[in-house]
């Protein structure tokens, strides 16, 4: 059984900096391609970083790209997102995910999120 947990959400002011924990238990975290996404009230889920099976490669979301970085430490089978110069419109749950191709079908897994929230 694979499970995803998240850690590290928090308040903070804009322009400060956060780091969340995405814990991987059940498997190896480099079986995995890993991403991070996000939810804002009322808004649609959206993607905001993903990091390769290999761990060598690593994408954002135009929204993130140059404030946050993803990274992982396989030692602890754990993934990061640092977060930083923070603004308002970060607020979100994030989500942690899994993504691995097997049986023939994509094999994907959720943490239950972690809340930030940014003030102006």
């Known amino acids: 059984q694979v499970q995803l947990v998240e850690s590290g959400g928090g308040v903070v002011e804009a322009g400060g900096s956060l780091r969340l924990s995405c814990v991987v238990s059940g498997r190896n975290v480099s079986d995995y391609s890993m991403d991070w996404f996000r939810r804002a009230p009322g808004k649609e889920r959206e993607w905001v970083a993903q990091i390769s099976r290999s761990g060598g490669v690593t994408h954002y979301a135009d929204s993130v790209k140059g404030r946050f970085d993803i990274s992982r430490d396989v030692a602890k089978n754990t993934v990061y997102l640092q977060m930083n110069s923070l603004k308002p419109e970060d607020t979100a749950v994030y989500y942690c995910?899994?993504?691995?191709w097997g049986e023939g079908q994509w094999i994907d897994y959720w943490g239950q999120g972690t809340q930030v929230t940014v003030s102006s």
């Open positions: 995910n899994a993504a691995r």
